[in-house]
Nanobody
Framework: QGQLVESGGGLVQAGGSLRVSCAAS????????MAWFRQAPAKEREFVAA????????KYSDSVMGRFTISRDNAKNTVYLQMNRLKPEDTAVYYC??????????????????WGQGTQVTVSS
């Protein structure tokens, strides 16, 4: 069974930067597409960014395009989300997810088989 563990969340001021990481273990995720989702209180979990198996192709939600960057290091079995120019509305629990599905980018939580426990990101105004 595979496991995903997020880290790197915290409190940051608006306009600041933060990088969250997702370490995979228990199986090789190098052939899996990886993604980041987030969930704010009383809101549904929403897609943030995704990368294909080798990191060459990426997709972002409109709300984070140009500010966030997803990347992966398959040698370290780790996925990253670099978040710049953070806004208070970025405040949420950020989740890492993996899917064996390929051919296109998947943006619905139901398409992902593996999930981390989440890491809190809070952006103060």
């Amino acid at each position: 069974q595979g496991q995903l563990v997020e880290s790197g969340g915290g409190l940051v001021q608006a306009g600041g930067s933060l990088r969250v990481s997702c370490a995979a273990s228990g199986r090789t995720f190098s052939t899996y597409a990886m993604a980041w989702f987030r969930q704010a209180p009383a809101k549904e979990r929403e897609f943030v960014a995704a990368t294909n198996w080798n990191g060459v192709s990426t997709k972002y939600s409109d709300s984070v395009m140009g500010r966030f960057t997803i990347s992966r290091d398959n040698a370290k079995n780790t996925v990253y989300l670099q978040m710049n120019r953070l806004k208070p509305e970025d405040t949420a629990v950020y989740y890492c997810a993996a899917t064996p599905l390929s051919g296109r980018f998947y943006t619905k939580p139901a398409d992902y088989s593996y999930w981390g426990q989440g890491t809190q990101v809070t952006v103060s105004s």
